[in-house]
């Protein structure tokens, strides 16, 4: 698609608008009303301050790490570094890269950090975690607000419309709409789709980057993160982006030049309609502690990207992750599941099988293989790097290593049975042809991981 994309524009930029051009906020208002930008200004002092000495204590204590992503079958170190933080037990995957969050203090959960800086970090970004959702259900009420179709009076659809306008320009909601009465059922989505169960930190410094790949279409200058859509998510879900740049006095005396196009020292987000060549994109100035939501299928109908400044920057973008299959919770199930069809004999204490029914023996072993590809090799690929952190998820990951091992044995019991010359020969090939796609599928992952 992006090779297509780049053939129709035969060598030609699209346009593109900043705050500074005449268009910029009828452009915002018509194509890209989901976007909600708020300034620094807007969060209290005190949270902006604690979150920046987190961000710090993190970069300090080495827990920022470059992402091994895979794409197309072939393996990239993301640009930017990242940590995962958020409830624990959760985990987030994207390019084919599990990540698993350091946990930040919950209640009812035992969480032992490396130091009493890394907890406060995390404490931290619970913090802004619950301030993001907090603005965020306040922005989707007013909207809610503003969308009803219960009114028929032009004039007053008028007047909601232009109060909807300075709404989205300002990024605020006044204090009358903080209360604003919705439908039971409607509160009960927008708590779902506000409630961020994780923050994926990203940080970047561009002067230590040899190389940056430049923006394709729009000729937006250097990339750090190329044009995508979040992966992984609740469908209609919120996404919260607090950014933090370490600007410096020359830096934001760039920023007061009149520059044509985005000032190249500043890091913008970049937004575009999805494949559409002919919608003007997006770029819009991130400072020190401004922060955006893109709301309901924002993220959906369009792509995003971010554009370096010339300053080191941090950013927490706060997800309400699909876990619906990336929880220990969930693969703890899987695996009991699995291991109701192993049986202990009382007396000899052998092992055997409940079942060979083709269902049973089908289901178990794709089990064995979600344990080990998706969980286990992910972790210890990559995860066991958040050591620097906690050492939380390594009694969960023995346990599951534990269910792994039974499985293996009972794939061991499946062959055996296959294998005795008073089984059925219907039964047998019955068995086998069950058996083959998942044990061939299980014989290739084991190679490209060992090759990784």
């Not at 561009?206 to 469908?235: C, I, R, T």
């Not at 934001?252 to 575009?272: S, Y």
């Not at 059925?424 to 061939?440: D, G, T």
């Amino acid at each position: 698609q992006k090779k297509k994309l780049l053939e129709e524009l035969g060598g030609n930029r699209l346009p593109y608008l900043t705050p500074a051009d005449a268009d910029f906020h009828q452009l915002w208002k018509t194509k890209y009303s989901k976007l909600i930008f708020r300034k620094s200004d807007t969060v209290p002092e005190e949270l902006h301050h604690v979150v920046k000495k987190g961000f710090l204590t993190l970069r300090e204590h080495g827990c920022f790490f470059q992402d091994l992503v895979r794409i197309k079958g072939k393996d990239f170190l993301t640009p930017v570094s990242r940590i995962l933080i958020g409830n624990p037990g959760c985990t987030y995957k994207y390019l084919n890269t599990r990540l698993f969050t350091v946990p930040w203090p919950t209640e009812g959960y035992d969480i032992k950090y490396c130091s009493p800086q890394i907890h406060d970090a995390c404490k931290a970004l619970i913090r802004l975690n619950d301030y993001l959702h907090i603005e965020a259900v306040k922005t989707l009420q007013g909207q809610n607000l503003f969308e009803t179709k219960e009114i028929k009076d032009p004039a007053v659809m008028d007047r909601e419309q232009s109060f909807a306008t300075s709404l989205m320009e300002q990024g605020s909601v006044s204090k009358d709409q903080r209360n604003v009465c919705v439908p039971e059922d409607d509160s009960i989505s927008l708590k779902n789709r506000t409630s961020y169960n994780l923050t994926l930190l990203n940080y970047m410094d561009p002067l230590q980057m040899l190389y940056l790949k430049q923006e394709p279409y729009f000729g937006m200058g250097n990339m750090a993160v190329s044009w995508h859509h979040d992966e992984n998510l609740l469908q209609r879900s919120t996404v919260a982006v607090y950014s933090y740049s370490c600007e410096d006095s020359a830096v934001e005396e760039g920023n007061k030049q009149e520059l044509k196009g985005r000032d190249p020292a500043v890091w913008h987000v970049g937004l575009k309609v999805a494949w559409d060549i002919e919608t003007p994109g997006l770029a819009m100035p991130l400072h020190q502690g401004d922060f955006y939501l893109m709301l309901d299928d924002l993220n959906v109908t369009h792509q995003h990207c971010v554009l370096a400044g010339s300053s080191p920057r941090f950013s927490s973008t706060h997800r309400v992750a699909d876990c619906s299959r990336g929880t220990l919770e969930y693969i703890f199930g899987q695996c009991e599941l699995a291991l109701q069809n192993l049986q202990t004999d009382s007396d000899s204490k052998a092992l055997s099988l409940k079942s060979l029914e083709n269902a049973v023996v089908k289901q178990v072993e794709e089990i064995h293989n979600e344990v080990e590809f998706e969980w286990l090799r992910q972790f210890w690929f990559q995860g066991k790097r958040y050591l620097k952190c906690t050492d939380w998820w390594l009694k969960p990951m023995a346990k599951l290593e534990e269910f792994w091992r039974k499985m293996e044995i009972m794939t061991s019991l499946v062959l055996s049975e296959v294998r005795k010359e008073e089984q059925i020969e219907e039964q047998r090939n019955e068995i086998i042809s069950c058996l083959l796609l998942v044990l061939k599928e299980r014989q290739k992952l084991r190679k490209e991981w060992a090759a990784r």
